[in-house]
Nanobody, 121 residues
């Protein structure tokens, strides 16, 4: 009953910007960490950025200073502002959220379908 939907991907030239959004819907008691991951062709899925419920952020080294993750708790939405994009940023970007849908118990990880980001030279 938890659904994550990404938006904002597309094609952009090197040096350009994109803003990704991910809205979480369904039966939600609370959300702990939210984050963005990406997977380029032939490579492992890797962390891009995460943000916990207190606002603490974590970035992969190659995007630090260029990307900014943020969240709107009232809307159950996480964002990724991507500036100074490089061709090596090309990948499918996946949204992730740790969601608890009951009053007590563990959080479970949920993933979006992914959105393609392509950066041309």
């Amino acid at each position: 009953q938890v659904h994550l939907v990404e938006s904002g991907g597309g094609l952009v030239q090197a040096g350009g910007s994109l803003r990704l959004s991910c809205a979480v819907s369904g039966t939600i008691r609370s959300i702990n960490a939210m984050g963005w991951y990406r997977q380029a062709p032939g490579k492992q899925r890797e962390l891009v950025a995460t943000i916990n419920s207190g606002g603490t952020t974590n970035y992969q080294g190659s995007v630090k200073g260029r990307f900014t993750i943020s969240r709107d708790s009232a809307k159950n939405t996480v964002y990724l502002q991507m500036n100074s994009l490089k061709p090596e940023d090309t990948a499918v970007y996946y949204c992730n959220a740790e969601v608890r849908n009951r009053l007590w118990g563990p959080y479970s990880n949920y993933w979006g379908q992914g959105t393609q980001v392509t950066v041309s030279s």
